[in-house]
Nanobody
């Protein structure tokens, strides 16, 4: 069983930055593909970014390309989402997700999910 705990959310003005962290329990984190998703009020949860087990491959939703960066530290069992140039439309609850696979996943096909952290961007 793997537990994922997100942190780093908060309230920021448009144009600002936040860094989300997702700490994972367990000794096999380095084997996990990881992803970030978000869900705004009244909308479905959507893919934001994903990273391979090694960190060598990353993928992004088009709307966040060039503004968000996903990274990981396997030594710290943590995956990060650096968010720059934030916009009001980035407001959502952000979730991290993980699956023990060598394949990068950009769909909802993850096994483990965190509880989420709220990001609010004011205009």
């Amino acid at each position: 069983q793997v537990q994922l705990v997100e942190s780093g959310g908060g309230l920021v003005q448009a144009g600002g930055s936040l860094r989300l962290s997702c700490a994972a329990s367990g000794r096999t984190f380095s084997s996990y593909a990881m992803g970030w998703f978000r869900q705004a009020p009244g909308k479905e949860r959507e893919f934001v970014a994903a990273i391979s087990w090694s960190g060598g491959s990353t993928y992004y939703q088009d709307s966040v390309k060039g503004r968000f960066t996903i990274s990981r530290s396997n030594a710290k069992n943590t995956v990060y989402l650096q968010m720059n140039s934030l916009k009001p439309e980035d407001t959502a609850v952000y979730y991290c997700a993980g699956k023990n696979t060598r394949v990068v996943i950009t769909t909802h096909d993850y096994v483990y999910w965190g509880q989420g952290t709220q990001v609010t961007v004011s205009s």
